[in-house]
């Protein structure tokens, strides 16, 4: 059986060559992006040799080649970080400055806004490192693509933006440990567990012409830089997706049907859709308020901020980076606080009881077991149908806070056809 390696051990993923997988078109547009570069977090530039190679040239420089990133970097906050400082009269506060300007402290990096005004703000040399070498020599000195949390994470930290602090104590920190502790793992698993293998793949090919390694290295787990793009995007919070679109990538089971076992089917009990009728035909609706109400989806509840007048260690602002939804403050965008857990707590009492009463149908050496083995054709393909309308709605994970109407519905499926079995 395939097994993820240890931790000492890198993970493998390969990747679509882009004539193939992407076509010409896409292909020359991701070329015109990574000349100069590699997408490899384990690559490093060559060690420093002195203050020369460390230059900082600043984003009009890197704009000679990159155009297209710059102008959309120049939509970002990052491209206009150093006027927060200005505008809060903190401009030539040191403990600030590092955050907010390139190299700030370093030889030759900023130091004030008459000086080096070339390096204020965010710019590219903030995550790639000093561009000095790469100027001098763009084919032999490639810059670094970091894809870990920790980049992000040295300057979103602390009780005023704990991004990569809330993201810490998330799941999506641990994906890639979770799926090297999961004995049934398979690669396929990597595309939704690592950021190297997803922006390998569909349309977030990031490294795929011909003349590049044909492998790239999985050593993240779900870090800041696949949902959010650094250059800048149309969409909020410089997100690579729209709010709507971005969660269900991975939170889905991908259309899966009986008889196999439904994974993850967040969209699809939002949406209701991934269910089936007892004569085969998909189950569409009937669909919760919350499938409505919830104008940006998933992020509506699971990303919910929050942000004290004066945060404090005790009490930080709330990003929304561990991903679980803050109950009950996100609830009261739409309901009174006791409402929203006396409805919530009962939702899910009542669906949790109904999965556990269903699931004896299909639980070996329970009173209520039916062997499958034992039945006809039909009631097989019924049975089946049963089993797996009780695991997706369990596999759901909210316990029908995401689709109550459609929970309920299938769990009537379920019960018709295991009671009439």
Not at 20 to 26: D, Y
Not at 296 to 319: G, S
Not at 321 to 337: I, K, M, S, Y
């Amino acid at each position: 059986m395939w097994q993820l390696p240890d931790y000492e051990e890198v993970v493998t993923v390969r990747i679509w060559r882009a004539a193939a997988s992407v076509g010409l078109v896409a292909a020359l547009a991701v070329a015109t992006w990574l000349i100069g570069c590699t997408t490899q977090s384990s690559i490093q530039p060559p060690p420093d040799t002195g203050a020369s190679v460390r230059a900082y040239v600043g984003a009009a420089v890197c704009q000679t080649c990159h155009r297209s990133e710059h102008a959309s970097w120049t939509t970002t906050k990052h491209s206009v970080a150093l006027s927060v400082l200005q505008q809060a009269g903190q401009a030539e506060n040191e403990r600030c400055l590092p955050c907010h300007t390139v190299g700030y402290g370093e030889e030759t990096g900023y130091t004030n806004q008459a000086d080096t005004p070339q390096l204020a703000n965010v710019q590219c040399e903030n995550c790639h490192g000093a561009g000095g070498r790469h100027i001098a020599n763009p084919s032999q000195n490639q810059m670094n693509i970091p894809l870990n949390a920790d980049l992000c994470g040295q300057c979103h930290t602390g009780s005023h933006h704990p991004n990569f602090d809330q993201w810490a104590e998330s799941k999506h920190a641990a994906a890639l440990t979770t799926l090297q502790e999961n004995p049934h793992a398979s690669d396929a698993c990597l595309d939704c567990h690592s950021v190297e293998a997803r922006l390998a793949s569909g349309e977030h090919v990031v490294l795929a012409l011909p003349e590049q390694v044909e492998t790239v290295v999985a050593q993240n787990p779900i870090t800041c830089q696949l949902c959010h793009a650094a250059h800048g995007s149309p969409n909020p919070a410089q997100l690579r997706q729209a709010p709507t679109e971005l969660c269900v990538q991975c939170h889905t089971d991908d259309d899966s049907s009986p008889p196999s076992s439904p994974h993850h089917p967040q969209r699809e009990i939002f949406l209701g859709l991934g269910g089936w009728e007892p004569n085969g035909a998909q189950a569409i609706g009937p669909n919760s308020a919350h499938t409505t109400a919830a104008a940006l989806a998933c992020i509506t509840c699971h990303v919910y901020q929050t942000a004290p007048d004066q945060p404090t260690d005790e009490n930080p602002v709330n990003t929304g980076h561990t991903f679980l939804p803050r109950v009950p403050d996100a609830c009261t965008q739409c309901h009174e606080a006791d409402e929203a857990i006396a409805l919530m707590t009962a939702a899910q009492d009542e669906i949790d009881t109904r999965v556990a009463q269903l699931t004896r149908y299909f639980t070996q050496d329970d009173s209520l077991f039916i062997d499958r083995t034992t039945l006809g054709a039909d009631d097989q393909a019924r049975f089946d149908i049963a089993k797996f309308n009780v695991q997706l709605v369990s596999g759901d994970g909210s316990s029908g806070v995401h689709n109550l109407a459609y929970c309920r519905d299938l769990l009537n499926i379920s019960e018709t056809i295991f009671t009439s079995l």
